[in-house]
């Protein structure tokens, strides 16, 4: 007979690695694991397996999975006041994410001694990843500032922490697994406040080894690995300090990389905006005025408790924050044009598959979307074709195989459209 656990997800290459199966499994039967492809995915030991189903019930994956939700709109979510600001503290504001809005709240929890600590991501200079941990002092917040695009089980670390009052940053497919816990077992102590992050999807771990590679730090010791670093002004490059030196690398080397880590499951996921969190927070694209290079956070209070939480941080003098239309955050993110139509088109690429959706269908009726066309659909359904086939992946060599074919794919593109936009303008100054 099938067990009835989490399995079924990663075969499925649906797993997003929040970690609260293996934070919930009665029997310790599940663990994080890497696979071939770099993907932290959950294992499950079928000798230990109990059959109880647990897992499956709290996993953001499961298609049968019904948390309440206040709105009918899951793109947008709850949205009592909008705002655009940054921290108060200069320096803080510099060295942390867009306007250090995040930073800055957690460090105000814990100066009013609202909370113990809180649940980040950091850099673990030994297996050169992100890693969830508990932090309860400021500069454990500050060395934990930036932005960890690979994938880390935010909601184990926060299970294993339950006897703590609790801050997490968490992003939306965690927040969803969070909602569902707090559904199915309320007397599990969670999180008293969760500051989302607007989400464009995670990566392979692996993106972060190639990124060192293209650096001179290769073969040194890394201590500290920054996606973004807003030292040469917002959004950021990658910066890459190691034992003898620092290393930058252009923006345009990530975003190049992009197609090559993606993960499978965040191609189709429609929670980008993080809507079951008490405040969502991310970059101010779209915003005018608000994209200098010291950089701004754009904001969402989803709760009453998110909203209390900002105000008291404006007149205490943490954050400084102006109201700002929750549309215009929305026009900005792209989410009723670029981010529906993907959302829609996938939703089909997995059913023309027979593939297994991870979100009820219901939930999605009766939205106003753009569909997309011919072109748009079919490089979705390669994106995601590619991103299922190097999840599942088992040899190491076949993994070398399909991610160099597809950097010398995006390579011929790159020279490509250079070459048309050369012509274009050659044709357009004679």
Sequence with gaps: MQKNNISTITRNALCTACGACAGICPSDAIKMITNTAGYLVA????????????????????????????????????????????????????????????????????????????????????????????????????????????????????????????????????????????????????????????CAGQYSRKMIDDLIEKSSCNHERILKFRFRDKAVGWPGDVHIVSSEKDCWISKQNRLRLKPVYELHRCIACYDQMNIFCDIVCGDPWGISNKQQPEGHTVVIARTEAGKKLLENAIRDGAIVLEELSTKDIFTGQTVDGRHKTKFYTSRDIFQENNWLFPFPKDWFDNITYTPANRRTHHELDKRLEYSRDLYLTRDREDYFRKTNLKKKQLMGNLIKNLFNRVLYYTKTKK
């Design 43 to 198: 294992s499950v030991n079928g000798d230990l397996c109990n059959n109880c189903g647990k897992c499956l019930e709290i996993c953001p994956s499961n298609p049968e999975n019904l948390p309440s939700i206040e709105t009918g709109d899951p793109f947008h979510g709850v949205c009592i006041a909008g705002y655009v600001g940054y921290a108060r503290d200069n320096t803080l504001r510099q060295i942390s994410q867009s306007g250090g809005i995040v930073t800055a709240l957690l460090c105000y929890l814990l100066d009013q001694n609202k909370i113990d600590g809180a649940i980040v991501n950091n850099f673990s200079q030994e297996e050169r990843r992100p890693q969830a941990v508990f932090v309860s002092t400021k500069p454990e917040l500050i060395e934990a500032c930036g932005s960890y695009y690979a994938q880390s089980s935010v909601v184990k670390t926060i299970l294993e922490n339950s006897d703590k009052r609790l801050a997490a940053v968490v992003l939306g497919c965690q927040a969803e697994s969070l909602k569902l816990i707090r559904e199915k077992y309320p007397k599990i102590n969670l999180p008293k406040l969760t500051i989302g992050l607007i």
